[in-house]
């Protein structure tokens, strides 16, 4: 790519004169060439650069996406490896738009084995009506943030 150039202070004084006020005003400096191309340049710059901008604009092909539904598993604990699960939902989405959800429920005082089981389930129920074996995504969220109505952590 070429090195762009500043227009000499000159010349962009020189662009608004007619052609001849330009010959007159600078009769050394003037080249027939040089000059009428680039007083054209200046004059017209916002409109050259505009049409090169459009063509330089990438085309935006639509290509049809397939319609994959999938779950998301979210688990309300705490960011350490070993702090207890507070709650457990899962939402389910079609492309951007969510089309179905399992309510959140507490966890409090279950055992592994049976968060692994209540999971278990959920994903035979959800196999059986979206057609899915895992879920695609696990999203961790504070306890905090616990949008179970009677959660223990906002009284």
């Not at 960011?79 to 507490?106: C, L, Y």
């Not at 074996?133 to 906002?154: D, G, H, M, N, T």
């Amino acid at each position: 790519m070429a090195k762009s150039r500043e227009t000499p202070a000159k010349c962009l004084r020189c662009a608004p004169l007619s052609p001849a006020e330009a010959r007159a005003k600078h009769p050394n400096c003037w080249d027939d060439k040089l000059c009428t191309a680039r007083r054209f340049y200046i004059n017209n710059r916002d409109r050259i650069n505009q049409k090169r901008a459009r063509k330089r604009i990438e085309r935006v092909h639509n290509i049809p996406t397939p319609q994959v539904k999938h779950g998301i598993l979210q688990v309300w604990r705490e960011n350490r490896e070993d702090s207890p699960i507070h709650a457990i939902g899962v939402e389910i989405w079609e492309q951007e738009r969510k089309i179905a959800m399992i309510a959140p429920v507490h966890c409090a005082g279950w055992l592994p084995s049976q968060v692994h089981e209540y999971l278990r389930q959920v994903l035979e129920v959800l196999g059986a009506e979206y057609g899915f074996k895992k879920f695609a995504s696990q999203v961790l969220i504070s306890p905090e943030q616990c949008e179970i109505y009677a959660c223990p952590l906002k009284y």
